[in-house]
C-alpha cells in the first residue's frame, strides 16, 4: 500500500533524495522549504502525488498548519521525517547567544513542533512512523560543532522517551544517524562563529579528522531509508554510512572502561 509522507527540508540533501524516492515508486508526499521555487521540478513532475509547503521549521504555528494541510490533502500521515536542518560550527568560547538559540531553534524545536503537530493524526490512526534525522553527532562529539552536538544528543533523548510513550498508539520512532555525506552540510547550508585567535591549534587539528575522508552518496540512501519505513517493525537507532559503527564503539567502550574504573566512587555516592 503506498504511503504519505510529510518531510521538512524536501529541497535539497536528505531531504530531496527520500522525496525523490517515494514519488518514484507511487507514494504521496508533502514536502516543505523555506523557498517554493526549489521544489517546483517535483510540483511539474507530480502535480498529484507532491505538495509543496512553504515552512520556516522554527514557526511552530506554521509548523502545525503544514502538518494539517498535508493530512487533509491526502487523508491520511504514515511517515513523518524531520530532515530540516544545518550545522554551525564554531568552539564553544566562540558561540553567541544567537547562533546557539537559532541552533536549537532549528534543530531542536523545529522537529519538536512537526511532531507533536503529527502525533494526534497518528494516534487516530492507529499508525504512523516519526524518523528524526540526527547524525553520529547525536551519540559522539567532536571540536568545532558542539552546539549542533548538543542539538542533535537532545534530540536523540526526546525522541528516546516519545519512541515508548506512543508504541501503544501504533506509532514508531527512528532516530537515522548518519556519518558524513556528499552534501552541502558543512558548505552553503552551514554557519560559522566568528574565530578566535586561541582556537587556531585545535581548529587546523580538526580538520584533519579522517572521518569525512570518505563521505558517502546521498543517493544510496533512498534505498536504505525505504527499508527502514517499511520494515514491520523499524529499529529506534539505524545509522546510515560506513563510519559511524566505528565511531560509535570506540566511543561506547571508552565510557564503558571509564564507568567501570570509576565504579567504586559511585557506589560510595550511594551511601548506606
Not at 504555528?61 to 504514515?78: I, P, S, T
Not at 513542533?113 to 490512526?125: G, H, S
Not at 531509508?225 to 539505524?238: H, N, Q, S
Request: charged share 20%; aromatic share 8%; net charge negative.
Amino acid at each position: 500500500m503506498s504511503k504519505v509522507w510529510f518531510i521538512t527540508g524536501a529541497s535539497k540533501g536528505f531531504g530531496r533524495e527520500w522525496a525523490e524516492a517515494a514519488l518514484e515508486r507511487g507514494d504521496s508526499v508533502a514536502g516543505t522549504a523555506r523557498e517554493l521555487d526549489d521544489v517546483q521540478p517535483l510540483v511539474e513532475q507530480y502535480p498529484d502525488a507532491f505538495l509543496p509547503l512553504q515552512l520556516d521549521v522554527t514557526d511552530r504555528e506554521a509548523g502545525v498548519a503544514a502538518v494539517q494541510q498535508a493530512a487533509e490533502r491526502f487523508g491520511r500521515l504514515d511517515v513523518v521525517v524531520n530532515n530540516a536542518g544545518y550545522g554551525h560550527f564554531g568552539m564553544v568560547e566562540e558561540l553567541t547567544e544567537e547562533e546557539a538559540r537559532g541552533q536549537l531553534e532549528t534543530n531542536l524545536f523545529g522537529a519538536l513542533w512537526v511532531t507533536q503537530a503529527a502525533l494526534p493524526i497518528m494516534r487516530e490512526q492507529g499508525s504512523g512512523h516519526i524518523v528524526q534525522v540526527s547524525s553520529i553527532g547525536g551519540i559522539s562529539a567532536f571540536p568545532t560543532v558542539g552546539i549542533y552536538h548538543a542539538s542533535k544528543w537532545a534530540l536523540e533523548g526526546l525522541s528516546q522517551a516519545l519512541s515508548q510513550e506512543v508504541a501503544g498508539f501504533g506509532i514508531h520512532v527512528t532516530l537515522v544517524e548518519p556519518g558524513g555525506f556528499s552534501t552541502d552540510w558543512s558548505g552553503p547550508s552551514a554557519s560559522r562563529s566568528e574565530e578566535l585567535p586561541a582556537y587556531a591549534e585545535v581548529r587546523e587539528a580538526a580538520s584533519k579528522r579522517p572521518s569525512a575522508a570518505d563521505p558517502g552518496d546521498p543517493k544510496a540512501t533512498r534505498t536504505a531509508i525505504m527499508k527502514v519505513v517499511d520494515a514491520e517493525e523499524p529499529p529506534l537507532r539505524v545509522f546510515f554510512g560506513k563510519a559511524p559503527l566505528g565511531i560509535a564503539t570506540k566511543d561506547y567502550e571508552s565510557r564503558l572502561a571509564t564507568w567501570n574504573e570509576w565504579q567504586p566512587v559511585a557506589e560510595e555516592a550511594h551511601g548506606n
